[in-house]
């Protein structure tokens, strides 16, 4: 079982950054590859990141390729999304996946746990 909170979320310009973070419980959490996704409102979810168990591999989505970067410290049972360069269409709530595959997660906007969200909104 894992337990993931998101948090790091809230207001800010056009332009600015903000730092997602992706806290998980439970000792397995190195065994999971962990992705970012978002729903906006009146629009389906949609994938932005996903990082694999290691961290050697990162995947993004084309719109926040070079804005976006995923990181993870298994120390701390932590992944990270440090968003940079924030422009209004990146307004969503903001949610974490974790699952034992990379593909699934990547390919399927599939976690086996997801936490509760937190929002963004960016103000142009």
């Known amino acids: 079982q894992v337990q993931l909170v998101e948090s790091g979320g809230g207001l800010v310009q056009a332009g600015g950054s903000l730092r997602l973070s992706c806290a998980a419980s439970?000792?397995?959490?190195?065994?999971?590859?962990v992705g970012w996704f978002r729903q906006a409102p009146g629009k389906e979810r949609e994938f932005v990141a996903a990082i694999s168990d290691s961290g050697g591999r990162t995947y993004y989505a084309q719109s926040v390729k070079g804005r976006f970067t995923i990181s993870r410290d298994n120390a701390k049972n932590t992944v990270y999304l440090q968003m940079n360069s924030l422009k209004p269409e990146d307004t969503a709530v903001y949610y974490c996946?974790?699952?034992?595959?990379?593909?699934?997660?990547?390919?399927?906007?599939?976690?086996?746990?997801w936490g509760q969200g937190t929002q963004v909104t960016v103000s142009s």
């Open positions: 996946a974790a699952d034992p595959s990379s593909t699934r997660v990547v390919a399927d906007n599939y976690g086996t746990y």
């Open positions: 439970g000792r397995t959490f190195s065994s999971y590859a």
